[in-house]
């Protein structure tokens, strides 16, 4: 996936760039970025999220367990994008980003 970054509406703005998720109930705070990622059972989700800064938490519950999810993560700098590699679920995952 090639992605202009350059040509991102609000670049300041939070915001999910690609994902193999869908996004639901967006939520943007001074310092915080929250959504649900909805996707098919027993796939990965890669996502590339744009920040304005790196995030220094990082949340992630499942919906329908109501527990953590294990995620793996890469803030680069140089674009404001936060690469984040978790299990999708049907019922969704809230993932929640503090900076």
């Avoid at 990622?37 to 992630?60: C, F, H, Q």
């Avoid at 890469?74 to 404001?80: A, G, H, P, Q």
């Amino acid at each position: 996936l090639l992605f202009n970054l350059e040509r991102i509406d609000e670049p300041e703005k939070p915001q999910v760039l690609a994902s193999a998720s869908r996004v639901f109930e967006e939520s943007i705070a001074e310092d915080t970025y929250s959504f649900l990622a909805r996707s098919p059972e027993n796939t990965s989700n890669i996502m590339r999220i744009r920040l304005p800064d790196r995030p220094k938490k990082v949340r992630l519950k499942s919906i329908a367990h109501d527990k953590p999810v294990d995620a793996v993560s890469v803030w680069d700098r140089e674009s404001k994008t936060f690469l984040l590699r978790f299990e999708n679920e049907a019922e969704g995952v809230e993932v929640c980003l503090n900076w």
